[in-house]
């Protein structure tokens, strides 16, 4: 059973570009979570996503920021018009059902703005 | 509110004991987790405790969880070089995970 999958693992990107980030949850799992690393801090909620459903989103920011997750395919974080200050790495969860079952976790995304 | 705070930094010498602590502010929260991150990786669960319960042990590690304080701490016994990394303690809330900002834990041979 192969676990989350997060791709790509780096994605370099300059300003004003667009960022597409992908999870694949585990099998079975229909609930994931999208969660943003800065440098040197803990990691901080964004968002909360049942197949086709946006369970949470109070950690998203307000402008350029989007996720979806489709019934077929993977779930996708979407940065527009990226800025230096979306430098982080992004990590994604997913867990069987929601409430507070485990959350198992990607590989992450290593995004850079230049 | 959501806050989950750690200590920044702890250093032992192989073989000794650590003790990393976490205090937490949402007396809801059902479980809360151990999360072990090495450089340029994910997150590794450790080790999770039931919020009703006190203590949990699993081989080298050891949970406590002291509800009325909101304390929760980590200990890992015979520290190894191995276990040098960053330790994430998390609280549920509503089914996101609030984290701490992370203890990072050097290991001296």
């Known amino acids: 059973n192969a676990g989350v999958m997060q791709n790509p693992r780096h994605l370099v990107r300059r300003r004003g570009q667009e960022a597409r980030l992908r999870c694949s949850p585990m099998?079975?799992?229909?609930?994931v979570y999208w969660y943003r690393q800065l440098p040197e801090e803990g990691l901080k909620f964004m968002v909360y996503?049942?197949?086709?459903?946006?369970?949470?989103e109070s950690g998203m920011p307000k402008e350029r920021f989007s996720a979806e997750f489709p019934k077929e395919g993977p779930s996708i974080l979407r940065i527009q018009q990226v800025v230096r200050g979306d430098s982080a790495a992004y990590f994604c969860?997913?867990?069987?059902?929601?409430?507070?079952?485990?959350?198992?976790f990607g590989p992450g995304t290593r995004l850079t703005v230049l | 509110g959501e806050d989950v705070e750690q200590s920044l930094f702890l250093s032992v010498r192989e073989g000794d004991s650590s003790v990393i602590n976490c205090t937490y502010t949402?007396?809801?929260?059902?479980?809360l987790y151990w999360y072990k991150q090495e450089p340029g990786a994910g997150l590794q669960l450790l080790t999770y405790?039931?919020?009703?319960?006190d203590m949990k042990q699993d081989q080298r590690l050891t949970v406590l969880l002291n509800k009325k304080d909101k304390h929760l701490s980590l200990r890992i016994a015979d520290t190894q070089t191995g276990d040098s990394a960053i330790y994430f303690c998390?609280?549920?809330?509503?089914?996101?995970?609030?984290f701490g900002q992370g203890t990072t834990l050097q290991v001296k041979p």
């Open positions: 969860a997913s867990s069987p059902n929601g409430l507070d079952n485990e959350q198992f």
């Open positions: 099998k079975g799992h229909s609930h």
């Open positions: 996503l049942q197949k086709e459903n946006i369970i949470d």
């Open positions: 949402d007396s809801s929260s059902t479980y």
């Open positions: 405790i039931f919020s009703n319960m």
């Open positions: 998390a609280e549920t809330l509503g089914g996101k995970l609030i």
